[in-house]
């Protein structure tokens, strides 16, 4: 199977913009989707086929990808964006999360 | 609207099977359109899959664990079940199930039960 990697922490002041990476083999070939996890809680989808977001999710997240490298992007980042977020793929029959990134709000 | 909720023994004893049943209300384990997952956390850890199923039999584990999971579907019930067998503490967790949508070339998780936490220890 493949492996995801993500930075274990990034830190954004309120109002400026967030960027997450989730970095993999190929990646580039496959969707990534993306979830958010705030504690005590279960995951939630924040996006997914790696620009699509699920209705109900805020227009600040966006998602792009380049290369082998997957980025969540959060423009004008709110104190209640603090949380966990996890990318996820997929090659046909093996799904792979990464390690996750927690996100600070300073 | 579509719950999820995990159910089964929260201690387990090393080297036993682990048994849980994920309960789901206000949709189908018989849908064509969704498979279901098994995804389980370590405390302070991150997300780890398990397997996932299609109630047609179609089912497809991480090769990490496979040669000690198995789950099933049961459609009369609308339940999902996961075994792990000969658990170590390294299997301490919660347990969520997820429905998972399959589309061309990606699949995600859309609907997560509120997961269960099983701890492995004698």
């Known amino acids: 199977s493949f492996e995801l990697t993500q930075p274990p922490s990034v830190s954004v002041s309120p109002g400026q913009t967030a960027s997450i990476t989730c970095s993999g083999d190929k990646l580039g070939y496959k969707y990534t989707c993306w979830y958010q996890q705030k504690p005590g809680q279960s995951p939630t989808l924040v996006m997914c086929?790696?620009?699509q977001r699920p209705s109900g999710i805020p227009e600040r997240f966006s998602g792009s990808t380049s290369g082998n490298t997957a980025t969540l992007t959060i423009s004008g980042t709110q104190a209640v964006d603090e949380a966990a977020y996890y990318c996820q793929a997929w090659d046909g029959t093996t799904v792979v999360f990464g390690g996750g990134t927690k996100l600070t709000v300073l | 609207q579509l719950r999820l909720q995990e159910s089964g023994p929260g201690l387990v004893k090393p080297s036993e099977t682990l048994s849980l049943i994920c309960s789901v209300s206000g949709g189908s384990t018989s849908s064509n359109s969704h498979i279901w997952g098994w995804i389980r956390q370590p405390p302070g850890k991150g997300l780890e899959w398990i397997g996932s199923i299609h109630y047609g039999g179609i089912i497809h584990y991480n090769p990490s664990l496979k040669s000690r999971s198995a789950t099933s579907v049961d459609t009369s019930k609308n339940q999902l079940s996961l075994r792990l067998s000969s658990v170590t503490a390294a299997d301490t967790a919660v347990y969520y199930c997820?429905?998972?949508?399959?589309?061309?070339?990606?699949?995600?998780?859309?609907?997560w039960g509120q997961g269960t936490l099983v701890t492995v220890s004698s």
């Open positions: 086929e790696d620009t």
């Open positions: 997820a429905r998972q949508e399959i589309r061309v070339g990606v699949t995600w998780f859309d609907s």
